[in-house]
């Protein structure tokens, strides 16, 4: 991931998170865990948590805003080591420190309260990937996934709001 980019939509950061939970399965427990469900939560302003009832991974859209992917990805294996561990034992670092969870405390949130949504949401016609602004695209874009230069073909076009 580049910095020029424009941000990640939640949605597509439960996609690379997703990734990052099947290559930590595969390495580390001989894909024997099960996917757990994956949210990335617009209301939560920093960390993450694991609930064993649900199986569920929830970690803070606001943290990667705020503090970028790699702070996500601490947050997360940190979390995927709670499959294993509901504790903070000994044992417990020992899984979350192999997954490459190296930061002990998640990042504090800049600002205390959640960031707002950005309202426009733009995708690839092509590739389906999603690009999310507070503001309306001034001048037409195209996916950087699909081409690196403006390429009429794979314009971005807006799916939110919804144009009736
Ligand atoms: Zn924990
Ligand atoms: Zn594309």
Request: net charge positive; aromatic share 10%; proline share 9%.
């Amino acid at each position: 991931m580049t910095t020029h980019e424009p941000p990640l939509t939640p949605e597509g950061l439960t996609a690379l998170l997703t990734d990052e939970f099947h290559r930590l399965n595969h390495q580390h427990f001989a894909s024997a865990l099960r996917l757990p469900q994956i949210i990335v939560s617009r209301r939560k302003t920093y960390g993450g948590y694991y609930q064993p009832s649900a199986h569920k991974i929830v970690v803070s859209y606001q943290a990667f805003c705020e503090h970028g992917w790699g702070e996500t990805l601490n947050t997360f294996r940190h979390e995927v080591a709670h499959i294993i561990h509901p504790n903070h034992s000994r044992a417990f670092w020992a899984v979350a420190e192999a997954l490459g969870a190296t930061q002990r405390h998640a990042s504090a949130p800049r600002t205390p309260r959640p960031v707002p949504a950005p309202r426009f949401v733009y995708a690839c016609p092509r590739c389906g990937r999603t690009v999310a602004r507070h503001r309306p695209l001034r001048r037409a874009s195209s996916c950087g996934a699909c081409d690196t230069a403006f390429n009429p073909r794979y314009k971005l076009r807006l799916v939110r709001p919804e144009v009736s």
